[in-house]
Structure formats: C-alpha cells, structure tokens
C-alpha cells in the first residue's frame, strides 16, 4: 500500500523537495523577533507549515524558532524532528547550490 501511494506521489514529493532546496536558508543575523534566523530561514519554515496545511495537517509556528505539523491525535501522534536551515554554500559545487535539478 505505502508503496503504491510513494509511487504515485513520487513526481509531487520531489518537486516540493525541490522547491525547499531553492531556498538558501543560511542563517542571517536579524532584529526581527518573528525571524529570529533570518528571512531565508524562516522563508524555509513558511514554505514546509504552509505545505504540511495544503496537506491537511495541523502546523504551528513557534514565534520563528521551530515549528510543527501534526498527525494523529491524542496517544496516537507521529512526530520527526528535522532542521532546514543550511550551512553557507562554498565553491566547488557539480551543480549550482539552491536551483533545480531535473532528474
């Protein structure tokens, strides 16, 4: 079944994937107090609670800091902890960092 569903959604899960690589969440010092990392960064967190809502999930931002998307209620939760923010991209790279790749 879980294999089924991937399948079909393969070509929608990258092309979100992608569009979280393009944005160049490298921490930036910032007197924003709802950016606490910067306007990338948190341009990052927007994009995923926005699509995490598209998708039927309840999300929260934490004042700019973290946020979360739930699934399930109660004692029936599922929670991944992840980060997307970036270290700076440097040289040397095979493909430009922060654009699209075509698989």
Known sequence: ???TFIKEKKKEMLE?????IQIPSVYEKSKNPLMPFGRNANT??????????????KTKN?????GYIEFGEGEEMLGIIGHLD????????TYPPFSR???
């Open 86 to 93: 970036v270290v700076p991209s440097g040289d040397n790279w």
């Open 101 to 103: 790749y075509y698989f």
């Open 16 to 20: 979100n994937l992608q569009k979280l």
């Open 1 to 3: 079944m879980i294999d």
């Open 44 to 57: 990052a967190l927007e994009y995923m609670l926005n699509l995490g809502n598209q998708l039927g999930f």
């Open 62 to 66: 934490l004042d700019g800091y973290c």
